[in-house]
């Protein structure tokens, strides 16, 4: 008998590692490139295709993969604002994700990014590797005592702020819907602007999210907040971000998400001229970090990963109830 087939987008060693080690039933076959109308007649033979964040899997890839006879998208992450849900659903395409991998490895890098930031970690370890051993410059403030501002207190929110407890900070919220958490108090997105000494984001992109943090809401907060974003990019107006920083407003800001990233992120560009000019201006920013949409690269996470997409899968040619179906 046959095995189905998965076409398999914007692959990477890492997601080969683990979805090999998982994978008995089926055939996948790996491809390098994003998925998007240029390239969707790959899947042609497979009964569904996994993809990731930054697959542009609009109205043109499912009409595609619809007169293909794909069925099922698979969604190895949590996101899904790059695919056109509605159109999927008018093709009678399934769409399926992976809502919960691992909340600490998005937590926890968060915090790193945080930690790097405020002690000045990654200036600290370019000078020693010339043998600069000098602090001036260096000095950071204790996150004891201080104020985070948490917007979207989700499963990675509520482990994040668990985090900031262990470090003796007080712990306003904002989410539409909020929970009884033990020691936060919710408030309003304009009182978390104001208050907060870090503000870290944690919230899907929505109509309501899109650019939230935008040039009114950065004029709010304090000249020394430090800005945080492991969520999605287009939470962050970047250009605004960039010219409050120009202009001294807010002390930083640590981003794992950028809004232009894709074609960007997960590959190596070093041997290229980037003609992105704002992520260009933020990368030289001595109180700027950006890590490549990496918070959640943890041997944890690419296991559960590859396990719940490839149940996901399973459900689905088993006719299961599908409970990480996209609505």
């Not at 090999?20 to 490139?33: F, H, L, M, P, V």
């Not at 490549?292 to 943890?298: N, P, R, Y």
């Amino acid at each position: 008998m046959e095995k189905e087939q998965i076409a398999f987008f914007d692959a990477k060693p890492y997601d080969k590692e683990w979805f090999d080690k998982y994978n008995t039933d089926y055939e996948i076959i790996y491809y390098d490139g994003r998925l998007r109308p240029q390239n969707a007649k790959l899947a042609e033979g497979c009964k569904a295709v996994c993809a990731f964040v930054n697959d542009e899997i609009n109205e043109k890839t499912i009409d595609i993969l619809s007169r293909l006879e794909v069925e099922v998208i698979l969604l190895r992450c949590a996101g899904y604002n790059n695919v056109s849900v509605e159109e999927a659903k008018k093709r009678g395409i399934k769409v399926l994700r992976v809502p919960d991998y691992s909340p600490y490895a998005v937590a926890e890098h968060t915090m790193g990014l945080i930690l790097a930031l405020n002690r000045k970690i990654p200036r600290a370890y370019i000078r020693t590797r010339d043998f600069n051993f000098s602090l001036n410059g260096l000095t950071g403030f204790d996150l004891h005592g201080k104020t985070a501002g948490v917007i979207g207190t989700g499963k990675i929110g509520r482990v994040f702020i668990d985090i900031c407890k262990g470090f003796g900070m007080e712990i306003i919220a904002f989410d539409p819907k909020p929970a009884d958490i033990d020691g936060v108090r919710y408030v309003s997105k304009e009182e978390l602007f104001k208050r907060s000494d870090i503000i870290s984001l944690h919230c899907p992109l929505t109509k309501e999210t899109n650019y939230m943090i935008n040039d009114e809401a950065l004029r709010l907060m304090k000249k020394n907040a430090l800005i945080v974003n492991t969520s999605r990019g287009r939470l962050i107006d970047t250009e605004a971000l960039l010219i409050a920083l120009n202009e001294k407003r807010i002390g930083g800001a640590a981003l794992d998400v950028y809004e232009e990233e894709s074609g960007l992120f997960f590959e190596d560009n070093s041997d290229r001229i980037v003609t992105d000019e704002v992520i260009s201006l933020l990368v030289s920013r001595p109180n700027v970090i950006i890590t490549s949409h990496q918070a959640f690269l943890t041997e944890e996470a690419l296991s559960n990963i590859a396990q719940i997409t490839l149940k996901n899968f399973d459900d689905f040619l088993a006719g299961n109830s599908l409970e990480n179906e996209v609505k």
